[in-house]
């Protein structure tokens, strides 16, 4: 029992030291995390927490507004949906567009696996509540966010930075646009079910 415990939080030091090396946008970890067993696991994990650290400054303004706790923990659900449905939609965007212009033939788990860890940044969207400075600490998270699934495309594809560049721009623009068409009458209906709430 005490050997296992040590092994589990021998590998729970190892994930958090990758997440730092994400944070420091070091494409080593990001080349390392398709190699090693559990990689995908560890990359869902950070989507997860992320989606949590998003849905935590949301559930901020709903304790406060006293929401009972069924509602709250809907909004929270269709925080982390929202949350995990973008991770995918860009993941699947950068899989296809790298195999179809650039003849990247990567299974898709690998790309999911350097996508989900350059999520690394949003572990800190609980910050965009703060007062002041919750815009501008938003636009730093998405921007940082940007250049980790570069240098994770980049050294998951073994490609050039300007087709890490153009794949991860193509998946972002993807995501945005979806957001604002098809994704508004979901986003609304996420709005609605969040004031209901």
């Not at 990689?39 to 559930?59: I, Y």
């Not at 709903?62 to 993941?91: D, E, P």
């Not at 980049?154 to 998946?171: H, K, M, N, P, Y």
């Not at 068409?181 to 986003?187: A, L």
């Amino acid at each position: 029992m005490i050997e296992q415990l040590s092994l589990w939080w021998g590998d729970l030091q190892t994930y958090w030291t990758m997440v730092g090396q994400a944070l420091r946008l070091q494409p080593a970890v990001f080349a390392q995390i398709q190699e090693m067993a559990g990689g995908l696991l560890l990359a869902l994990l950070v989507v997860l927490l992320a989606g949590v650290s998003e849905a935590a400054a949301q559930s901020i303004v709903l304790f406060l507004n006293h929401v009972r706790f069924k509602r709250f923990g809907l909004a929270l659900c269709m925080s982390l949906f929202s949350h995990f449905g973008g991770y995918l939609l860009w993941t699947t965007t950068i899989w296809l567009a790298g195999n179809a212009l650039f003849a990247q033939n990567q299974p898709f788990h690998d790309v999911a696996a350097v996508v989900g860890l350059a999520y690394a940044p949003q572990l800190f969207s609980f910050l965009v509540l703060m007062p002041f400075l919750g815009n501008g600490i938003g636009i730093v998270l998405s921007l940082w966010s940007m250049l980790a699934v570069v240098v994770a495309v980049r050294a998951g594809f073994g490609i050039d930075t300007w087709q890490a560049v153009l794949l991860a721009a193509i998946g972002w623009m993807l995501v945005q646009l979806v957001r604002r068409t098809i994704g508004r009458p979901v986003r609304c209906i996420e709005q609605w079910l969040t004031s209901r709430a």
